[in-house]
Nanobody
Framework: QVSVVESGGGSVQEGGSLRLSCVAS?????????MKWFRQAPGKEREFVAG??????TYADSVKGRFTISQNNTKNTVSLQMNSLKSEDTATYYC???????????????WGQGTQVTVST
């Protein structure tokens, strides 16, 4: 049973901080995944926020210098530390356990249900 669960969302004022966490489990043990965060604001398309791809961190330009992604040693938990939050960061944040292209075709990518982040002025 595959499970991807986000937590840590909430409401903060501009300039505040939040820390999101994502725990992924299940699936074949031989699968290789990259962990990524996306977000979707009302009326907008889902967009990439940050990811750890093949051990390297990558960020959208809009969050560079403010957000930090990290992963635990077992690689089943990824966190997103969000500082200096802006009203435009308001969105539902989704975790993606993303199947690496070199993984077996039996491996699948899986999304979490999302966690809401609201930043007020």
């Amino acid at each position: 049973q595959v499970s991807v669960v986000e937590s840590g969302g909430g409401s903060v004022q501009e300039g505040g901080s939040l820390r999101l966490s994502c725990v992924a489990s299940g699936g074949y043990t031989f699968c290789i995944y990259d962990m990524k965060w996306f977000r979707q604001a009302p009326g907008k398309e889902r967009e990439f926020v940050a990811g750890i791809v093949d051990g390297s961190s990558t960020y959208a330009d809009s969050v560079k210098g403010r957000f930090t992604i990290s992963q635990n040693n077992t690689k089943n938990t990824v966190s997103l530390q969000m500082n200096s939050l802006k009203s435009e960061d308001t969105a539902t944040y989704y975790c993606l356990r993303d199947r690496r292209p070199t993984s077996s075709r039996h491996c699948t990518s899986n999304w979490g249900q999302g966690t809401q982040v609201t930043v007020s002025t």
